[in-house]
Each structure stands twice: as structure tokens, then as C-alpha cells.
């Protein structure tokens, strides 16, 4: 039923007691096996990440493992039962843990929104637990009972918790201690500073007539962690505003957004193919 990430030579000394604990409760353990690869997989084996999938059906009493039945008050669809959940949810929480207990977490676009501080925060947990709903959702009594959170990735609708899943816990296990080679990539990613992050180049430094920008082959740091900042910002301006928001802003960053507006208002004001030609029959 339940299986666990495969941690040759066991965690460390160092990591021992330190690893996060993720269950994952769904009819379809399959969807959750992306979990094994790369980032996450090095995750588990280095015994920073312990993941155990549960088959919901494993808890159903009837000789077809029924988890649904149709919705009280009528409507689309299927609402999956409380009892098997309850009875899952009981086992793992009293399968003896890094915690008393686990956060448990319901996905579903229901929730709030699942951003970079969410991840942040629930990075800080010993144990979680997700709940993967399919059909119409799960029993509200079984939400009311259970769940500590129920987090959504978007606003758009998926076939069921798991890919959302996926998500958050990819999302939160690279912020762990000792989950990714390179710590400076975490703290430079877009939204760790509130900012999107600017455009990156490799070799070579000029590519089907496009050439990588001077500053960053000057070997002038500063200069390149200007250029860097002034990118993200432009960028941020351009495609999420919104965000600006919540970004302090020093003398240089709002002289770089100024700038953007300008820029911003003149190609606003510059006629373009469609004030040039009305479509009309007659221009037809
Ligand atoms: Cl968390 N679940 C489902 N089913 N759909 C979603 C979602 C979650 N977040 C956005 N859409």
C-alpha cells in the first residue's frame, strides 16, 4: 500500500530527524510518480524528503472499492464519501510521524492561492499530508474534519488534486535545507525578491546574429548586478505590475521604472497597422 522513497545508506548523521514527510492520498498513485525524478528524486535520496503514496480505495469496504456517490441536493457529477478518507486519514496520522500530527492539505480551486511564501511556509513543516479530490470533491465534513488548509495552484480547473500536488510539493522541497545543489539560485529565483527574474545567456556570445549583452562579458560585477536588477524590474513592470507593489524600491529602481513608463507611453502614442488602415468593406 504505502511505499517510501528509496534512501540508499539511510539519511545521514547530519539530515537523521530533519527529513519532511509528504502522504499523498489519491485513487490514482500513478499520477504522483514524477515525484521520483530529478530534483525530487536526489530530494529522497538524500533523506531530505520521505514520500509515501496511498491508494484511497485501500480504505473502502465494499467489494468495489466505491469512494463516490452521488451529490445530496442533486446536480453533476460525484462527491467522494467521507468514511474512506476518514478511515485513511486516521491510519497515517497515527502512523508514527515526524509529528503528533501532519498539516493536512486539500487541493482544489476552492482554495487560496498557493504562492512562493506558501511554499516558503509549509517548507517549515516536519509532516504533510495532501488530499487529492476527483469528481466534484470530497464530503465537506470530511474538509471540516480534516483539512488545516485547502490551497489552490491557479485559477483554472483540473480533473483532480494531483497535478496540483505535484506542484506544491516541487515547489516546497527545493526550498529545503540541503534539496538543491546551488543555494543562490533559490534566493535569486523569480519571487524570491518580489521580482521576476530577467533574461539569462550561455555560449557562445553571438548566435544567429544575436549577441549576448557586453555588460555581462565585462567581468564589471557591479555593473552586472545592476544591469541584472534593472532587467528584473523592467521585466516586472512590463508583464506583472502588480507586483511592484511589494517591492522596495531604491533611487536607482524607481529612475529604471520611470524610464520603462516613458518608453511604455511613446510606443503607446506611436500609430500602429490598425490606425493605419479602418478595416471597411470599401478598403476591401
Ligand atoms: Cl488545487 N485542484 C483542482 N482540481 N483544480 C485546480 C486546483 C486544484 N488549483 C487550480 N485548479
Redesign the pocket.
Known amino acids: 500500500m504505502a511505499e517510501s522513497a528509496a534512501t540508499p545508506g539511510g539519511p545521514t548523521m547530519a539530515e537523521e530527524g530533519s527529513a519532511m514527510r509528504v502522504d499523498v492520498v489519491t485513487i490514482f498513485p500513478a499520477y504522483l510518480e514524477p515525484l521520483r525524478l530529478s530534483l525530487l528524486g536526489k530530494a529522497r535520496d538524500r533523506g531530505v524528503l520521505e514520500v509515501h503514496t496511498h491508494d484511497l480505495r485501500d480504505w473502502a469496504t465494499d467489494r468495489h472499492r466505491t469512494v463516490d456517490d452521488t451529490p445530496y441536493g442533486g446536480g453533476p457529477g460525484m462527491v467522494m464519501r467521507p468514511e474512506p478518507w476518514d478511515a485513511a486519514l486516521r491510519e497515517i496520522s497515527s502512523s508514527g510521524g515526524p509529528a503528533p500530527r501532519p498539516r493536512v492539505i486539500v487541493?482544489?480551486?476552492a482554495?487560496r492561492p498557493f504562492t512562493q511564501a506558501c511554499a516558503a511556509e509549509l517548507a517549515r513543516e516536519p509532516w504533510l499530508v495532501f488530499c487529492c479530490?476527483r469528481y466534484e470533491g470530497i464530503d465537506a465534513r470530511v474538509i471540516e474534519a480534516w483539512a488545516d488548509d485547502e490551497?489552490?495552484?491557479?485559477?483554472?480547473?483540473?480533473?483532480?488534486?494531483e497535478v496540483?500536488t505535484l506542484v506544491m510539493v516541487e515547489a516546497i522541497a527545493r526550498l529545503l535545507p540541503g534539496a538543491v545543489g546551488n543555494t543562490q539560485s533559490i534566493t535569486d529565483d523569480s519571487f524570491a525578491h518580489g521580482l521576476l527574474e530577467g533574461p539569462v545567456y550561455t555560449r557562445p556570445p553571438e548566435w544567429a546574429g544575436r549577441r549576448v549583452p557586453d555588460v555581462l562579458l565585462s567581468g564589471d560585477h557591479g555593473a552586472i548586478a545592476r544591469w541584472r536588477r534593472d532587467q528584473a524590474l523592467r521585466r516586472t513592470a512590463q508583464r506583472r505590475p502588480d507586483l511592484l507593489a511589494d517591492v522596495e524600491l531604491s533611487e536607482a529602481d524607481r529612475r529604471v521604472l520611470a524610464e520603462v513608463a516613458r518608453e511604455a507611453a511613446a510606443s503607446a502614442a506611436e500609430p500602429t497597422d490598425a490606425d493605419a488602415a479602418p478595416a471597411s468593406a470599401d478598403a476591401r
Not at 490551497?151 to 488534486?161: A, F, M, N, P, T
Open positions: 487541493p482544489t480551486p482554495g479530490g490551497i489552490s495552484i491557479g485559477d483554472y480547473v483540473l480533473s483532480g488534486g496540483a
